[in-house]
């Protein structure tokens, strides 16, 4: 028992949840949107461990993006927690909404014998500021 103990503790400092979110105003000069000003492109990204694909064992914690945080036996990787961190990423730009919003979910198991499933949730989206009238 306490062989498994120890197993279960290492693969849990060697499989850690990760949640970060990275930002990108150096994009295509073309990219507009009508009336508004591209600030940047935002990246949201949160990955988890998962017992079968169902059971949650480890996940990022979307409260402490960018840091090394995880949380056990709780689903964070939603898309909810990635829009909150696209919309906290998109507050430090100062940007008024965001656009083009994408999400994408990908799962593997292989490494594992479809035992420990992984899950990666990617979402981006273009923050813009709307342009005031000229006067």
């Known amino acids: 028992m306490k062989k498994f103990c120890a197993l279960f503790l290492l693969s849990i400092l060697i499989l850690t ?3 970060t979110t990275e930002v990108s105003t150096d994009f295509n000069t ?3 949107v009508e009336n508004s000003e591209p600030l940047g492109v935002i990246l949201a990204e949160n990955y988890g461990y998962y ?3 169902v059971l949650p064992i480890v996940t990022g914690s979307p409260d402490k993006p960018n ?3 995880l949380t056990l036996f709780e689903d964070t990787a939603t898309i909810e927690n990635n829009q909150k961190m696209l ?3 998109a507050e430090k730009l100062n940007a008024e909404t965001l656009t083009d919003v994408r999400h994408h979910t990908y799962w593997t198991g292989g ?3 479809w035992i420990i499933w992984k899950q990666v949730l990617s979402s981006n989206a273009l ?3 709307n342009k005031q009238p000229n006067q």
Do not use: Y
Request: aromatic share 14%; glycine share 10%; net charge neutral.
């Open 17 to 19: 949840g990760c949640a």
């Open 30 to 32: 073309k990219t507009s």
């Open 51 to 53: 017992l079968f694909g």
């Open 67 to 69: 840091e090394v945080s």
């Open 87 to 89: 919309n906290l990423e």
């Open 111 to 113: 490494f594992s014998f």
């Open 127 to 129: 923050a813009i500021k």
